[in-house]
């Protein structure tokens, strides 16, 4: 392999030791073009021009199928940058270290995948993956080519955790401790404190529009099965058709979910279980749905309840010796003194652009991100046959159930593939 910009970076450096401005000349925050990595965002709607600046990078190449959010996109640098419309032109661009991949999430596995080999490090939005399949992709290809990968939902590491009123860090000194008990049950709700974006929903028989001059719809497709186009489909609303994503369980269930499996320490593993409370879905349009309950071998369970169904004086954390509330209250008599007793979690790699330099898995990366991110498409499996679910976390298959085994890896529209 040919040496990287990275790598000549670092040698371009050593060759011009003698001739560099001491940063101190420069001025205070200066940053050396030696020290700085560059990115390049793929999808310029709302959500990829919403997360563009992290420190310690610079922003050189945009990608978008819609020539008005290209043109967005161009203006978020004040520098000129490239835009391309094709993300494999972004992707093999020699100026990009990181792909941000801010794009449905039909998208993110073929294009985590095809960064990754063309040796880029990869920033991906949630969910990681819309299918099961192609998370396993996405990690033989992190795995295969050495890249840093990290997927954008940060509770587990950062910021107070929706409206539960603490940060996830207590939580987990809390549960590993063993004050609780186990096996512990955990509620994701309304009444817990969590807002689902919950009636992100498709609409069923969408009549035939034409498509936007300023939109390449076959691109935006890509592998998802052709549907005649409709304003629906795309763009902000594109969650509500399980074509692409599912709704407010896929937009928003990794950033629920994602927190509760490092608490519970389930990083390596998946449920055995699956049930669902909701009425039949619709084959294309994603509806609402009652509950969602997932059960892990040693019987720890996490439950999904949506909109406002279910006890609203639940605990959000329940165990055979106590439970836990909202702002962080737990109902075992001294637990904070008994709680000081025990040591702090381990710490997290939480800066992605110091991993991408000393090639350090970070935080939420590929391997534990594929399994929250496994939990979500468990649910939406479930969710479009309506039926309890058993699966294998091992063999990532569902038990004696071929219908939702053809949900694990689905087919794509050709010329797409992973």
Known sequence: MGTNRREFLKTAGLLTAFTVVPRHVLGRGYVAPSDQLTKGIIGTG????????????????????DKTHLELGKKLSTDAIAAYHDYRDLIHDPNVDIVHIATPPHWHGIMSVDAAKAGKDVWCEKPMTRTIGEGKRVMEAIKQTGRMYRLNTWFRFADTFYGLGTPVKPLKKLVQSGLLGWPLKVIISKHTGFDWKFYWVGKDHLPEQTVPKELDYDMWLGPAPYKPYNAHRVHSTFRGYWDYDG?????????????????????NTSPVKVEVDAPQQHHDAVGTWRSITYTYDDGCQIVLWGGDYGDTSAPYISGPNGNVYQNFYCDIPDWQKKLAAFPEPDPQADSFLECVKTRQPFA???????????????????????????????????????????????????????
């Open 46 to 65: 709302s959500m990829g021009r919403g997360h563009v600046n992290y420190d310690g990078t610079r922003l050189v190449a945009v990608c978008d199928v």
């Open 364 to 418: 939420l990366n590929e391997q534990n991100g594929f399994r929250s991110s496994t939990i979500v498409n468990l649910g939406t499996i479930a969710l479009r046959l309506n039926r309890t679910l058993h699966f294998d976390p091992v063999k990532l298959k569902f038990i004696n159930d071929e219908a939702a085994n053809k949900l694990i890896d689905q087919p794509m529209r050709g010329p797409w593939t992973i």
């Open 247 to 267: 709704g407010g369980l896929g937009d928003m269930g990794q950033h629920y979910i994602d927190p509760v499996q490092y608490i519970l320490g389930k990083d």
